[in-house]
């Protein structure tokens, strides 16, 4: 039986979730179809996944319940090397560095703090700090469960699917998982 844990970003990031729907309530229904048919296959998704994606599709999270199995990771067993952690600690270092940089810069910019101005800070500084990373207890979440489970991540989020990796767990960009659903 193969396993898999889900990520939200199936049903709600716009590059992915086309493939199942056009929404995310859409998506989560044409994910339902295709999951349902798939008797050689488990569905994973910790209970802080299910509340994230509450926020999305409100009332379809109960339908998701009756096939994706909800489950936390038991934080309190899972072993992970140490040397993952100190790259990680090196890499949020560096992401702090250049969200300083790119502040300091602003900062001199004698153009005021415009609406516009303060947009694109927002936007960069958010792109300096959390793009590619880890970045939420959420996520971590996915990559424990996943490597508690051995079930393959799946997610289009590239922090989450690079950590997994780093800590051997099998993982599967969510641009894939349609068609990984729809073979017999």
Do not use: W
Not at 8 to 21: D, L
Not at 26 to 48: C, I, N, Q, T
Not at 129 to 150: N, Y
Not at 160 to 176: P, Q, R, T, Y
């Amino acid at each position: 039986m193969r396993k898999f844990v889900i990520d939200t970003s199936i049903f709600v990031n716009p590059q992915v979730s086309r493939a199942f729907g056009p929404n995310p309530r859409k998506a989560v229904s044409g994910f339902l179809r295709l999951a349902s048919r798939k008797r050689d296959a488990e569905f994973y998704m910790p209970s802080s996944i299910f509340s994230e994606l509450r926020n999305f599709v409100h009332e379809d999270v109960g339908k998701l319940e009756l096939l994706v199995k909800r489950r936390s990771p038991n934080v309190y067993a899972i072993y992970l090397p140490a040397a993952v952690f100190y790259d990680f600690i090196e890499e949020v270092r560096e992401r702090v560095n250049k969200g300083l940089r790119l502040a300091e810069t602003f900062a001199r910019d004698k153009g005021g703090g415009s609406p516009g101005k303060m947009r694109t800070l927002r936007e960069k500084y958010k792109e300096a700090m959390r793009a590619g990373i880890l970045d939420s207890k959420e996520d971590f979440e996915l990559v424990l469960l996943a490597k508690e489970l051995d079930a393959a991540l799946v997610s289009a989020d590239e922090g989450v699917l690079d950590f997994a990796n780093k800590i051997g767990c099998e993982i599967l960009h969510a641009s894939k998982f349609r068609s990984a659903l729809a073979k017999k």
